[in-house]
Structures are given as structure tokens and as C-alpha cells.
């Protein structure tokens, strides 16, 4: 393929791929750096010998990979410029009381983790106060990392469960 034939192919597609991204990301920024990674993806590997049709299938393909691994990167590393969070309207709100000195929410917590059976105690302790990964915890618990997620899933549906006890009847004794 002559540099031509890939001008005009880009030509063609450039919007339609831009508008996709742009769809799925709603950043320009972003948008246009993943519509441009698709282009130099496929310049090694177009053949334009086939259908126009049949090439931009391939190409949205591509675009779909190239999304999904957008998104899988964005939420395994998540990124936020300051700039970004004030422009949402985020603001900084300075607590009177600090959050680990609230002796109320601190007290419910402690009453709903008692309340909980041992091991569903232990795997949130080390998933979130020791944050430990499935894998850690597994080993450190002695199970499988399948059993590690059903474990947490289970402690955390029951500590919304016994949470709501609280909330609905919080000077009550039902919990210990």
C-alpha cells in the first residue's frame, strides 16, 4: 500500500472512528489520542484489496479492542488532574470532626464487624483495612482466590444487611 492509498483510507474513516471514540470516552482529548492509536495500529496490516465494507468492520474491531483496553487501563489506574475534579464542581469541604474520630459511625462499624461470623471478619480485614489483594489474602487465609470473592462479596452483603439493622433500629440490642 502506497502512501496515497493509506491518505485516502484515513480520509474516509477518520471522523467515523473519531465520533465512535468520542461516543464512548466523551473527551475530546481522549478521543482523539485513541482514534490516532488506531490509525498506526492498522498501517503495518491493511489490506485494501478487500470490500469497504469488510475494512471498516476490521477497523471498528480494532476500535472495540482499542476501547476496551482504554477503560480496563482507565479503571485499573485511575487518573484525575486537579484541574479536572474543579471543573466537575468538586469541592474541598474541611470536616469539623475528622472521619476517624466520628465515635458514632465508629461504634456502628464495630458492632456490625461483631456481629459478622470469623472468617467473613478476617477476609474483610485484610481486603480493606490491610489492603491485601485476592491473592494475598487467599494464601494468608488458606483458601482459593474464588473462595476469597465469594467470601468478601457474602461479608459485604451481610454487613449492608445487618447495616440497615442498625440504621433502622439503632439504640436497640440486636446486634452485639
Known amino acids: ?31 482523539e489520542d485513541l482514534t490516532s492509536q488506531i490509525f498506526l495500529k ?45 471543573e466537575t464542581g ?20 464495630q458492632r456490625i464487624l461483631r456481629a459478622l461470623p470469623q472468617r467473613y471478619r478476617e477476609v474483610l480485614h485484610c481486603r480493606f483495612l490491610l489492603n491485601l489483594s485476592i491473592r494475598e489474602t487467599a494464601s494468608r487465609m488458606g483458601v482459593t482466590e474464588a473462595n476469597v470473592k465469594v467470601l468478601q462479596f457474602r461479608a459485604l452483603k451481610r454487613a449492608a444487611d445487618l447495616e440497615q439493622v442498625v440504621i433502622d433500629e439503632p439504640y436497640c440490642n440486636c446486634l452485639p
Open 42 to 86: 492498522v498501517v503495518s496490516k491493511i489490506d485494501l484489496s478487500h470490500s469497504r465494507q469488510r475494512v471498516q468492520q476490521w477497523l471498528f474491531l480494532i476500535a472495540r479492542t482499542t476501547i476496551a483496553d482504554y477503560w480496563r487501563d482507565h479503571y485499573r489506574h485511575p487518573s484525575s488532574s486537579l484541574d479536572e475534579l474543579l
Open 1 to 31: 500500500m502506497d502512501v496515497q492509498e493509506y491518505q485516502t483510507f484515513v480520509e474516509e474513516n477518520l471522523s467515523l472512528i473519531y465520533r465512535y471514540m468520542y461516543s464512548k470516552v466523551r473527551n475530546r482529548e481522549d478521543a
Open 90 to 109: 468538586w469541592e474541598v469541604t474541611m470536616r469539623e470532626e475528622p472521619i476517624a474520630t466520628n465515635s458514632h459511625a465508629a461504634d456502628r462499624v
